[in-house]
T-cell receptor
């Protein structure tokens, strides 16, 4: 069974600091990878996604993530965080085409990011 | 609003009662998913539909849970004889089945509290 690990449960940063949130998955096949964000009082929104091609993907609001296949990792980065980035961030994975099975997402437990002004 | 909608947003019920939640997906989306999220955890998959067919159910979906998607449009999730452990946020998501990489769009969720 596939699983997703997010190492940082709660991160506190000051504005303008750089951010890196870790995500590792366990699955030997081809996967699609996602980062979702949940702002306070709002529903889950897609931040960025990786399906194939360039392992460095850029998302909304200046976020990017790098897929390192050899490390089964998909870490999220942002060079300079803002107070408005305060939210919970979830890494997720599902199986890619050609591998039978569900398309449902498997989520990590989330990282709560608090950005102090 | 053309996003995924869920009703009700909050439900408080007494243990042993039955509850039903509704999800309206984005209109052209043929896939619909139910997830459950408890405090401090990420969403966990419960079940999903492609059109009206329920294609997979998680082990989390005990026999007290049933989901339907008549006519392949809206979906309902019913929990019978609720238990305190059923207290959670129930999330619905929808997507197109175009390839494998179809993005799932999430609704606001229904927060269930079982007293």
């Amino acid at each position: 069974a596939q699983s997703v690990s997010q190492h940082n449960h709660h991160v506190i940063l000051s504005e303008a600091a750089s951010l890196e949130l870790g995500c590792n998955y366990s699955y030997g096949g081809t996967v699609n990878l996602f980062w979702y964000v949940q702002y306070p009082g709002q529903h889950l929104q897609l931040l960025l996604k990786y399906f194939s091609g360039d392992p460095l993907v850029k998302g909304i609001k200046g976020f990017e993530a790098e897929f390192i296949k050899s490390k089964f990792s998909f870490n999220l980065r942002k060079p300079s965080v803002q107070w408005s980035d305060t939210a919970e961030y979830f890494c997720a994975v599902n199986k890619a085409l050609g591998d039978t099975g569900r398309r449902a997402l498997t989520f990590g437990s989330g990282t709560r990011l608090q950005v102090q002004p | 609003d053309t996003g995924v909608s869920q009703d009700p947003r909050h439900k408080i019920t007494k243990r042993g009662q039955n509850v039903t939640f509704r999800c309206d997906p984005i209109s052209e989306h043929n896939r619909l998913y139910w997830y459950r999220q408890t405090l401090g955890q990420g969403p966990e998959f419960l079940t999903y539909f492609q059109n009206e067919a329920q294609l997979e159910k998680s082990r989390l979906l005990s026999d007290r849970f049933s989901a339907e998607r008549p006519k392949g449009s809206f979906s309902t999730l019913e929990i019978q004889r609720t238990e305190q452990g059923d207290s959670a946020m129930y999330l619905c998501a929808s997507s197109l089945s175009r390839g494998t990489s179809a993005e799932q769009y999430f609704g606001p969720g229904t927060r269930l509290t079982v007293t």
